[in-house]
């Protein structure tokens, strides 16, 4: 008889409980889902405002997904690098594209004394034309041959960006081409001490001690003597306040958004991060959106929630 009451009681606890978790597990399935495509370096900044936005909005489950299929509510889009698959895109902040090779490149000290100007940064990543190739042979004065060019080939990468700060194309850029993510042109310039390559600054800087990643060299620039200071620190926060202030010559700072289609949740998680979410950006090593941008892209939002009511 004892045994029978104790075995009641605890299918009534199993019961009370499943109850319990009943609502809870209709709200989750009722949920309407929204689904995210974010490129790799993209990937933690976009999970933080996720995870912010949906303690405040239980009812909206965002999902990251597989861009490759195409067919995401949102997805990654540079300014530098426009897609027309949908018909509204909003920025939500910006990157930087840093020079860099590493500290066994045998022309690393040679290369750490120049400061190199954007004639120089050209010279260095791009091909030349029929007539500065003549002019360059007859010289015999390409200061850059005995270094690699690595870059990046996917969607997503910075290469785009790079070569439209330049006013050339992707197809321009010397040297070698990796295929896949820009984290593997790090790689590949640690592997071949020749090379040298550009990337954006949440690979180049270790995101918890907020230095430069060991091994790692910053091209040196020609900027302002105090602009250089702070980039030859190595340190992320204080490089991001610097490109925060204003523009910094020669250096390229796209922008960062998604690609999305008429839809009142969607354009409200984008208000959430555009007025909210920039202050998790620097976090994760990217710019806020400028002043001037924000309040666009808010206005832009307004207009659209609006005309979904």
């Known amino acids: 008889m004892t045994t029978t009451i104790r075995n009641y009681f605890r299918y009534l606890s199993i019961a009370v409980v499943l109850a319990a978790f ?9 949920a309407e889902v929204i689904t995210v495509a974010i ?7 976009v999970k933080k405002w996720i995870q912010e936005y949906t303690e405040t909005h239980p009812d909206i489950r965002l999902q990251v997904v597989d861009g490759k299929t195409g067919d995401a509510d949102l997805e990654f889009v540079s300014d530098a690098a426009p897609q027309e698959k949908k018909p509204y895109v909003t920025y939500v902040g910006r990157y930087a594209i840093l020079p860099v090779t590493t500290a066994n490149n045998p022309l690393h000290e040679k290369l750490s004394r120049k400061h190199l100007d954007k004639k ?4 260095l990543f791009f091909q030349e034309n029929a007539l500065q190739k003549a002019d360059k042979e007859r010289k015999d004065a390409d200061p850059f041959k005995e270094l690699t060019v690595y870059s990046g080939t996917s969607q997503t990468s910075g290469a785009k960006a790079f070569a439209s700060f330049f006013g050339l194309q992707t197809s321009q850029l010397r ?21 040298v390559t550009f990337n954006n600054l949440t690979y180049l800087f270790d995101l918890q001690n907020r230095k430069l990643k060991p091994n790692l060299s910053l091209i040196p620039l020609d900027l302002k003597k105090e602009q250089r200071a702070v980039l030859e620190k190595g340190n992320l926060d204080e490089t991001l306040q610097l490109l925060e202030k204003g523009e910094v ?14 839809k009142a ?26 002043e001037k941008s924000a309040h666009k892209e808010q206005k832009q939002l307004e207009e659209q929630l609006l005309s979904n009511r």
């Open 175 to 195: 040297g070698k081409r990796i295929a896949g993510d820009d984290l593997y042109l790090l790689t590949a310039i640690n592997k071949d001490h020749s090379g």
């Open 120 to 123: 120089e940064l050209k010279e």
């Open 22 to 30: 009943a609502p809870l597990h209709a709200a989750d399935k009722s």
């Open 265 to 290: 949740s969607v354009a409200d998680f984008l208000h959430w991060i555009v007025e909210k979410g920039q202050q998790y950006n620097h976090n994760y090593g990217f710019l806020t959106l400028d």
């Open 249 to 262: 010559a020669l250096i390229p700072l796209p922008k960062i958004g998604f690609t999305y289609s008429d």
């Open 39 to 45: 490129p790799k370096f993209g990937n933690e900044l």
